[in-house]
């Protein structure tokens, strides 16, 4: 079965320093891809990046990156010179395919605080 | 640019009541999701559909049934409503391909009491 864990409930980080919000997943599937999705407090799910797993190259968009390590099965997302707006709560989510199935399914969540 | 619209965007209910969560979505897409999101728990998947005429259960599928009519529209209802349902529900649509990115409806927070 398909899994998401993110291990940190919150986090905390001073404006304009990098963080980085952790992502494992578990799947049997040969393709499939990962993404971040974040959600403000207006509730909305914004998405972020994504990276395939067959993709060589860390994917980056802007100010984030993810840091994709397919050995470990790890999908960090790297957000730089973080700003007041980056507050939200910060999803992981991987869709995989078997057959003509894409389930996508999300972790728990990381809730990100950033200190001005 | 409408994407994903879901009606109605709050919604209170006695248990034992029923109701009818609707989505709609307009980027010709063929997957279409419906997720409930509890505190600390993230988004839960309870059913998902890959096409017109086909559903299939997720992680939380007890206490719902879903439609899917046609591409744009897929609904979740709720036949007899517990306090144990009372969430904010999220539809999505996304393309077939594994590397896109889904879509969100802005959400219904629904009470049960």
């Known amino acids: 079965a398909q899994k998401i864990t993110q291990t940190q409930p919150g986090m905390f980080v001073q404006e304009k320093e990098a963080v980085t919000l952790d992502c494992t997943y578990d799947?049997?599937?040969?393709?499939?891809?990962l993404f971040w999705y974040k959600q403000p407090s207006s509730g909305e799910m914004i998405f972020l990046i994504y990276?395939?797993?067959?993709?060589?190259q860390n994917a980056t968009e802007g100010r984030y990156s993810l840091n994709f390590q397919k050995a470990r099965k790890s999908a960090n997302l790297v957000i730089s010179a973080s700003q007041l707006g980056d507050s939200a709560m910060y999803f992981c989510?991987?869709?995989?395919?078997?057959?003509?199935?894409?389930?996508?399914?999300f972790g728990k969540g990381t809730k990100l605080s950033v200190k001005p | 640019n409408a994407g994903v619209t879901q009606t109605p965007k709050f919604q209170v209910l006695k248990t034992g009541q029923s109701m009818t969560l609707q989505c709609a979505q307009d980027?010709?897409?063929?997957?279409m999701y419906w997720y409930r999101q509890d505190p600390g728990m993230g988004l839960r998947l309870i059913y998902y559909s890959a096409s017109e005429g086909t559903t299939d259960k997720g992680e939380v599928p007890n206490g719902y049934n879903v439609s899917r009519l046609n591409k744009r529209e897929f609904s979740l209802r709720l036949e007899s409503a517990a306090p144990s349902q009372t969430s904010v529900y999220f539809c999505?649509?996304?393309?077939?391909?594994?590397?896109?990115?889904?879509?969100f409806g802005q959400g219904t927070r629904l009470t049960v009491v």
């Open positions: 990276q395939g797993s067959y993709d060589e």
């Open positions: 799947t049997s599937d040969q393709s499939y891809g």
């Open positions: 989510a991987m869709r995989g395919f078997r057959g003509s199935q894409g389930n996508l399914i």
């Open positions: 980027m010709n897409h063929n997957s």
């Open positions: 999505a649509s996304s393309k077939d391909r594994v590397n896109t990115e889904a879509f």
